[in-house]
């Protein structure tokens, strides 16, 4: 099955590299390319891609408010958000992480870091690596939402997470790949990735960053790390 692009750059240069890169795979289709975020949003409705590359900074409506526009749009409950930005720099990546984006990756890196980030994505399997994943969580516990913490009973599902489910959400969350969650918990590969499945379909998350949002919404992985 192709994997269906929208490329979301106010650069078109770099916008007709990653064409050119993309096309050049057979499971991996550019559908469309946007200059910036109000026209991500547009041509996303049109074509419906399985996966948006949306660059952070761009003229106008910028990444990250597209990114929430996409999103939260049920139209195009199945695609998913790949942002491209700087993971030390950009005070906005736990804007976009609460926004719903699934996968974060730096600008510059290698053909095939951005390549396999966009089957990844697509899948709805993981955070990228897990140093990003770690990145990530620590731009968001900086920038925690305001008022009262959120308790468990707040997020629908919380509860029907068995013992063994809550436990990997929570060490998803810590930015663990499944590997490393299988190793300290003495199990599977397989199993660890059937439980996160489990939680994600209880918790309705659509991929795994949004299953660490909502572990840290509900209190399950409180602000600190486990």
Do not use: W
């Not at 559908?31 to 049109?46: H, I, K, P, T, Y």
């Not at 695609?79 to 974060?104: K, P, W, Y």
């Not at 059937?194 to 949004?210: E, P, S």
């Amino acid at each position: 099955m192709t994997i269906r692009v929208l490329l979301a750059d106010d650069q078109a240069l770099l916008r007709g590299t990653f064409r050119m890169l993309i096309d050049s795979c057979a499971d991996l289709e550019v559908v469309a390319e946007a200059a910036d975020g109000a026209q991500s949003v547009e041509l996303a409705r049109v074509h419906r891609p399985d996966v948006v590359v949306m660059d952070v900074r761009m003229p106008g409506t910028d990444g990250l408010a597209a990114t929430e526009t996409i999103c939260a749009d049920p139209a195009l409950a199945g695609t998913r958000v790949l942002i491209l930005t700087t993971f030390e720099n950009d005070e906005h990546v736990a804007r976009a992480l609460r926004a719903g984006a699934s996968g974060f990756l730096g600008k510059y890196v290698t053909t095939d870091d951005l390549l396999a980030a966009i089957r990844t994505v697509a899948a709805g399997d993981s955070l990228l690596s897990p140093g990003a994943t770690k990145a990530l969580i620590s731009q968001f516990l900086a920038t925690p939402p305001p008022g009262p913490a959120a308790q468990p009973s707040t997020v629908p599902g919380i509860a029907d997470l068995t013992n063994r489910e809550a436990e990997v959400t929570r060490l998803a969350a810590d930015g663990r790949s499944n590997a490393e969650i299988a190793a300290e918990l003495h199990l599977s590969v397989l199993t660890v990735r059937t439980h996160v499945q489990r939680a994600m379909t209880k918790l309705g998350a659509r991929d795994r960053a949004q299953l660490v949002v909502l572990a840290y919404k509900s209190g399950l992985a409180p602000f600190g790390g486990p």
